[in-house]
């Protein structure tokens, strides 16, 4: 498994850093020097006066006393006093505009007559005199009162990427707080914000280095059991792959480094992804006092209205040698080191025929596992390997307008969805299933609000045959949490049924602000358990979404499960993002 987890991050890192890029924007990179650069984020426009210098990436500097750039329109201009040099050519002005994407810079020279000069392709050796030019060769959009995000006294812009300020002071709760850097990625590739972070209720970034293909961002993150912590994580990005490195908490002992990376073949048919996991407990970064690990493979290949994944799995439960006393602190060595490969076939939805609005989607594969030091025991026998097969299918319902003749945004709409599997396991007399009924009705309530009501009913079964009794046999469950006794756990027998009535609502009266309201009955068999089986009878959750500025939101959410035990309130959840 890791001779193959390796060979996909090196065929990974060969594609993407080995292989040459396809050639970039004959200007790929503008830095702008000056006495107060302003950053408007929620604009994204960049504003520069005082002894501006301005530097292409083909060797042209163009200096003035203002510089204004749209960062979306890809198009600046530097005014007052202006002067152009390239190589052994300058040109005194009023004014000059560049619209990289036309490779057209428009220029207003310091001659006798009025006239105006174009430069096509970033050839300053024959400018193109008289010629017509746009109306908006030299327009500065407006930035109102609001403040810049961000001064600085440089910024390295990389066109339709990204831009870098230095030394950048932040605009925060009405003060600018000094940092030595900041980047802000404004990239349309969406690999450049792969996340590999997980696990906290709250958390904002500060991005402090970036260029073309990375970024790497440092957070502040809470959760309720480290508390406030640092996180770092650096992500790169190409155009048919991703990488992405990241460890948290970054100041605490119980750390978790993830690895994450995909690249795809140019025809987007064939792909591998890889997911990497260490857990340490570690002061700092010494030896770890323990360790574990996970490593996870995908490769997927595109067939015809199907495609083919192959996915493997090796977890290592302690990577440290064993200790002479048999445990870490407490932590009892576990030598397991169980891997497993499953190969899939999924196919794409296919339509029952144009006249039936009922949709399937098929699905087939074969997992096997493994262990050395043993996977378990089945009627009393250890097993180090099994292996099993599986076949599924999902049929779905199109949207069914219950209520035609009313308005589009008064529409009521009801669907069916039915998934069953079956896997069957051929080292033992032994299959499984799994079946999930789901209908929903929904509704519009204007443009603002929309509801739904869905009813869900999921039925496992694990069939032994005459085995049955032996592997489940009738037991009274002692719950060491509550210490409470449930007799009727005893029912259980391998077979499971969940029912779930659930009904939401969500409101949203402008584009900055939205509150949703989820309420759920929940009837399980076997009868729920706290802190160990099944869901609270009842439950209800709230959630408020709202923009806080232009560049930050923040989501609020908690939920209440009506005294499932001793649990009511659960903690707060509160999450920043862009």
């Known amino acids: 498994m890791r001779p193959l987890t390796l060979a996909a991050i090196t065929l990974l890192l060969f594609s993407v850093v080995a292989k040459p890029l396809p050639a970039s924007a004959q200007i790929d990179t503008i830095v702008v020097r000056a006495g107060r650069i302003g950053f408007y984020s929620s604009h994204y426009i960049v504003t520069a006066d005082g002894n501006v210098r301005v530097t292409l990436s083909d060797g042209t500097t163009i200096s003035g006393r203002y510089f204004e750039m749209d960062l979306k329109m890809n198009r600046f201009v530097v005014a007052g006093g202006v002067s152009v040099v390239h190589g052994s050519y300058e040109y005194s002005g009023a004014a000059f505009g560049e619209f990289l994407d036309l490779k057209r810079g428009y220029f207003l020279p310091a001659t006798p007559e009025p006239d105006r000069w174009t430069f096509l392709d970033s050839d300053y050796a024959k400018p193109v005199k008289g010629r017509e030019m746009p109306g908006d060769a030299f327009n500065m959009p407006e930035t109102g009162v609001e403040h810049p995000f961000i001064l600085a006294k440089e910024a390295t812009i990389i066109p339709k990427t990204g831009i870098a300020l230095k030394p950048a002071r932040i605009y925060t709760e009405g003060v600018y707080v000094p940092t030595p850097s900041y980047y802000q990625n404004f990239s349309p590739n969406p690999y450049l914000v792969q996340n590999g972070l997980a696990g906290a209720t709250g958390g904002v970034g500060y991005p402090f280095f970036g260029g073309p293909h990375s970024t790497t961002t440092l957070f502040g993150r809470y959760d309720s059991t480290n508390k406030t912590y640092l996180a770092i994580e650096q992500n790169f990005g190409w155009q048919n792959a991703y990488l992405v490195?990241?460890?948290?908490?970054?100041?605490?002992p119980d750390k978790e480094y993830n690895l994450l990376g995909l690249i795809k073949t140019r025809n987007q048919r064939f792909q591998v992804s890889t997911f990497e996991q260490l857990n340490t407990l570690q002061s700092g970064f010494s030896e770890p006092l323990y360790s574990t690990a996970l490593e996870n493979l995908q490769l997927t290949y595109g067939l015809k209205n199907s495609f083919l994944q192959l996915t493997a799995n090796q977890y290592h439960q302690d990577l440290m040698a064993e200790p002479l006393s048999g445990t870490y602190g407490g932590h009892p060595f576990i030598p397991n080191h169980p891997n497993n490969f499953e190969l899939a076939w999924v196919g794409a939805n296919q339509r029952i025929s144009k006249y039936v609005p009922i949709s399937f989607r098929l699905r087939g594969g074969l997992l096997t596992a493994h262990d050395t030091f043993g996977l378990g025991t089945f009627d009393g026998t250890p097993y180090t390997s099994y292996w099993q097969h599986f076949l599924g299918f999902t049929i779905f319902s199109d949207p069914y307008n219950l209520t035609p003749h009313a308005a589009f945004d008064q529409a009521v709409s009801f669907s069916v969805t039915y998934d069953r599997q079956r896997t069957f396991v051929?080292?033992?007399?032994?299959?499984?299933?799994?079946?999930?009924?789901?209908?929903?009705?929904?509704?519009?309530?204007?443009?603002?609000?929309?509801?739904?009501?869905?009813?869900?009913?999921?039925?496992e079964g694990d069939y032994l045959g005459a085995l049955q009794p032996v592997i489940y046999p009738p037991t009274v469950f002692n719950n060491p949490y509550n210490g409470q006794t449930y007799p009727g756990f005893a029912a259980f027998d391998g077979f499971v049924t969940l029912r779930t009535l659930q009904y939401s609502y969500t409101y949203t009266p402008t584009p900055y602000f939205s509150f949703t309201f989820v309420a759920e009955k929940h009837k399980d068999f076997p009868d729920p358990i706290p802190y160990y089986w099944g869901n609270p009878p009842y439950d209800v959750t709230g959630r408020i979404q709202a923009r806080i500025s232009p560049i930050l939101s923040v989501l609020v959410q908690r939920s209440y499960f009506f005294n499932f035990g001793p649990q009511g309130w659960n903690q707060w959840t509160i999450q920043f993002g862009p």
């Open 245 to 252: 490195a990241s460890i948290s908490p970054l100041t605490r």
């Open 426 to 459: 051929s080292s033992f007399p032994r299959f499984q299933d799994q079946s999930t009924l789901t209908a929903v009705l929904s509704k519009l309530q204007g443009h603002k609000g929309s509801m739904y009501l869905a009813y869900t009913v999921t039925n």
